[in-house]
Each structure stands twice: as structure tokens, then as C-alpha cells.
């Protein structure tokens, strides 16, 4: 006596599409939520690597822009204050140039000129000492363009030989002053704005190439989730039916 055992090799093989169509709906209906074709490490792995060095290397030039900015805009902030400086500079020059006319020059005219010199020198030594710029000192450092300026000694303009003598050592500022002005702009038109400019390229370009490897194709994923769909729908009628009736149309709906 034999014993014969019957296989629906069709209806298996149904059932099995069925399964991997639904893996499949499942998978394209995750990258339309998210946008990314690459969320996994499974998709793709050596792309999805390339995509994490790439955005690493995204953020090393953000962070360096940023640094570059803040720079131009703490340089924007001490030529701004150097300019602040100068015209209280020139204020004080002018009453040290009145101090030195002899002609004019008496002990009570001396002691006036001296009582204003002085209120301007506390002025402008507390324009240098304060000024700052998120929350770092812009001048008394021991480097830089900015280096040679310190705060103002006492000048003595009582007496008219000692006010001209002043109003030398104040142009010898103003010089210092000068110089500082030239070198942070030069420093701020060269070495940033430049700079600043192609990264800011560079960053574009790098992110577009990551946003191609990493970013979902709404266009082609939505036609895939739409055939997925018709082939499960096919699949899941042909199981009720029991059996396959046309293999020819199976091939075509699985291509």
C-alpha cells in the first residue's frame, strides 16, 4: 500500500509572496515616513558609511564657519571700538594742543586744561578696559594687532612745555591706534571673508552628495509601494481562490 502526499506548490509559493511583499510594503512605507532611503545598518551598509564620513565632515566645516564668523564679527566689534577710541584720542590731543599755546597759557588756564585732560584720560581708559565682545576682552592681550594698545598715562599739560610734549607722546598713540585699525581690517577682509565663503561652498556641495546617497526618492518609492500593493492584493486573492489559474499573469504582476 502507498502512501501519496500532495503538494500545492502554487499556493506555497503564494503564500511566501505574500510574505515578502508585505516585508517589502513595509520597508518602502518606513523610508516615505522618514525621507531617508538608508535609516538601517542593514540598507545598504558600505553607503550608510560613507553617508556618516560624509556628514561628519558636514559638521567639521559648520563648526569651522562658525568659528570664522565669530571671528570676523569679534574683529567688526574692535574696529568699531578703535574708532570710538580715536575720537576721544583727538578730543584729548586738542585740548593738550590748546595747553601748549604759550601765548595764552596761565597757572589758571593750566590747571582747567589739566582737570579736563583728566577726565578724558579715565574716559578712554575705561572704553579700553571694558570693551568686549561675547564676553571676551577685545584689547590687553599679548598677541595681535590690538597688542601695543594699553590704557593712557597721565599727561601733564599745566604748563605749556609739558602740553606740547604731551601732544607728542598722544600722536605716537594715535599712530598705535592706526596701525590697529589697518591690521584688523586687512586681517578681516583676507584671511575670513574669503575663507568663510568657500566653506560655506564646500558645505553645500558635500551636504547635496550625502542628501543623495542618504535621502529617499519619494517619486520611485511611492510607484514601488503602489505596485507592492497591487502584487499583494493579486497574491491575497489568488489564496482565496485556492489555486492559480494563470501563471503568465503571476510572472507579470512579480517582475
Do not use: C
Not at 149 to 154: R, T, V, Y
Amino acid at each position: 500500500m502507498s502512501i501519496m502526499i500532495s503538494s500545492n506548490y502554487a499556493g506555497m509559493n503564494t503564500v511566501r509572496n505574500i510574505s515578502l511583499i508585505q516585508r517589502s510594503i513595509s520597508r518602502t512605507a518606513q523610508h516615505l515616513a522618514s525621507g531617508l532611503e538608508m535609516d538601517q545598518a542593514s540598507d545598504e551598509p558600505a553607503a550608510l558609511e560613507i553617508s556618516e564620513q560624509m556628514r561628519s565632515q558636514i559638521g567639521s566645516l559648520t563648526q569651522h564657519i562658525k568659528n570664522l564668523e565669530f571671528n570676523l564679527n569679534k574683529n567688526n566689534a574692535v574696529d568699531s571700538a578703535i574708532s570710538e577710541l580715536r575720537s576721544k584720542l583727538v578730543e584729548i590731543r586738542g585740548v593738550a594742543v590748546a595747553a601748549a599755546d604759550a601765548d595764552v597759557a596761565t597757572p589758571e588756564t593750566g590747571k582747567a586744561y589739566q582737570m579736563q585732560i583728566n577726565d578724558l584720560l579715565t574716559t578712554y581708559n575705561q572704553q579700553l578696559s571694558s570693551a568686549e565682545y561675547a564676553g571676551q576682552k577685545l584689547f590687553g592681550s599679548s598677541s595681535g594687532p590690538t597688542s601695543r594698545l594699553a590704557p593712557l598715562p597721565e599727561f601733564a599739560v599745566a604748563y605749556a612745555e609739558d602740553a606740547e610734549a604731551a601732544v607728542a607722546k598722544i600722536d605716537s598713540e594715535m599712530a598705535f591706534l592706526n596701525l590697529a585699525t589697518e591690521a584688523v581690517g586687512a586681517q578681516s577682509k583676507m584671511d575670513y571673508r574669503s575663507t568663510v565663503s568657500s566653506l560655506e561652498v564646500a558645505s553645500q556641495n558635500m551636504t547635496a552628495a550625502e542628501s543623495e546617497i542618504r535621502d529617499t526618492d519619494y517619486a520611485q518609492n511611492q510607484a514601488a509601494y503602489l505596485k507592492l500593493q497591487m502584487q499583494l492584493q493579486a497574491d491575497v486573492a489568488a489564496t482565496s481562490l485556492g489555486s492559480l489559474s494563470s501563471e503568465s499573469v503571476f510572472k507579470l504582476l512579480h517582475a
